[in-house]
């Protein structure tokens, strides 16, 4: 079983719609987790760490759900510019140290 | 500037040749990472490294080999054991095991 799972997508929305996307991860030992953002042929880039009380950046807020073993990202107020692919992360599950990702959600927002 | 620099940014090799991809950060990260990325698919995890001198293996490690001599340097050499070696490498480091990470700009690999 891969050690984070994501729904590949793709969300096509429309601007101004409100998306979420989850993240589920497999070893309950997990420390650390993350949401990074990837442009096509770009490298990904830290969007925001996801803290057990939840946390929230301008128009993006991540929670975190240690019982059912998942985090979630919910974009507000979509623009174009959110259209990528948004990858989650995970530390320290199997391995200390041990920082694996998800297969990344595909989001197209459109005018 | 501080940063992770990858080079170089696109590498042809013929096949049955080993290619080995740079990797370095001034950013005093200890642990540093190595992964794959074929076209739409996620990030696959090949090696990573918490310490200079120890690293371990991955998902996806087979064909793939590394070394930490230094703080500063984590070069990956892709083997011509790798069946499949044509893919988009990323080399990220982070100040430790548990933190978040930061990428390279990437190795595009293709093999002719």
């Known amino acids: 079983r891969k050690e984070v799972e994501q729904d590949p997508g793709p969300f096509n929305v429309p601007e101004g719609a409100t998306v979420a996307f989850n993240c589920t991860y497999s070893?309950?030992?997990?420390?650390?987790f993350f949401w990074y953002r990837q442009d096509c042929r770009k490298e990904p880039k830290l969007l925001m760490s996801?803290?057990?009380s939840g946390n929230e950046d301008g128009r993006f807020t991540a929670q975190l759900n240690r019982a059912s073993q998942y985090i979630s990202l919910l974009i507000r107020d979509s623009k174009l510019s959110d259209s990528a692919t948004y990858l989650c992360?995970?530390?320290?599950?199997?391995?200390?140290?041990?920082?694996?990702f998800g297969q990344g959600t595909i989001l197209t927002v459109h005018p | 500037d501080g940063g992770i620099t990858q080079s170089p940014k696109y590498l042809f090799r013929k096949e049955g040749q080993n290619v080995t991809l740079s990797c370095e950060q001034n950013?005093?990260?200890?642990?540093m990472y190595w992964y794959r990325q074929d076209p739409g698919q996620g990030l696959r995890l090949i090696y990573y490294s918490q310490i200079v001198n120890d690293f371990q293996k991955g998902d996806i490690a087979e064909g793939y080999s590394v070394s930490r001599e230094k703080k500063e340097s984590f070069p990956l050499t892709v083997t011509s054991a790798q069946k499949n070696p044509t893919a988009f490498y990323l080399c990220a480091s982070s100040i430790s095991g548990q933190t978040e990470a930061f990428f390279g700009q990437g190795t595009r690999l293709t093999v002719v």
């Open positions: 992360g995970q530390a320290g599950g199997t391995s200390y140290g041990k920082l694996t």
């Open positions: 950013l005093n990260h200890d642990a």
């Open positions: 996801v803290y057990s």
């Open positions: 070893n309950s030992a997990s420390q650390s």
